[in-house]
Every structure is written in structure tokens, then in C-alpha cells.
């Protein structure tokens, strides 16, 4: 295409309220993906989720199930939560 031209797209499935995260939140261990829930301030727990599909571009992960709307997790330093214990 070239600038002002126009397209049509048809879209195959309706559009759907998903939840994205960082991919870098996101950690494997044992097949299995988890982030890290905060639920309290100061305190975390590994939080199994279920992922979709990922968009490279913008680096976020659709996470199918695991996760509620407005719940915190941790984007930066879940690596060094892992090492403790």
C-alpha cells in the first residue's frame, strides 16, 4: 500500500477484554508460568497464570486466566524474589 490509499479488513472474532502484562514479569519454572501477586505492601506470592498469545512489539503477554483486573504484580526484580527463600 501507498500513502492514501484505503483497505478493508474483516476481523474473524469479536473483540475481547483481555489483561496484559510486561513480558519480563512473566517467569517459567517447571512448565508452568507465575508472576509475583502483591498482597500486602512489602509482600508477594507466586501467582500461577495461564498466557495467550504475546505481541512482540510492545513486549506484552495476554494472560488468560491467573489474574484480576487491578491486581499488582511485580514488572522489575521478581528475579531476585525468586532467590529468596
Known amino acids: 500500500m501507498k500513502k492514501g490509499m484505503y483497505a478493508t479488513i474483516w476481523f474473524n472474532d469479536n473483540p475481547s477484554n483481555v489483561i496484559l502484562i510486561p513480558a519480563k514479569s512473566v517467569f517459567l519454572m ?3 508460568s507465575f508472576v509475583f ?3 500486602a505492601p512489602g509482600k ?3 501467582r500461577k497464570i495461564i498466557t ?3 505481541d512482540e512489539a510492545t513486549g506484552k503477554v495476554v494472560v488468560k486466566s491467573g ?3 487491578g491486581d499488582k504484580i511485580i514488572t522489575e ?3 531476585y ?3 529468596i527463600k
Do not use: H, P
Open 77 to 79: 526484580g521478581g528475579y
Open 52 to 54: 495467550g498469545g504475546n
Open 44 to 46: 508477594y506470592v507466586r
Open 30 to 32: 517447571n512448565d508452568s
Open 37 to 39: 501477586l502483591e498482597i
Open 81 to 83: 524474589l525468586m532467590q
Open 67 to 69: 489474574l484480576n483486573n
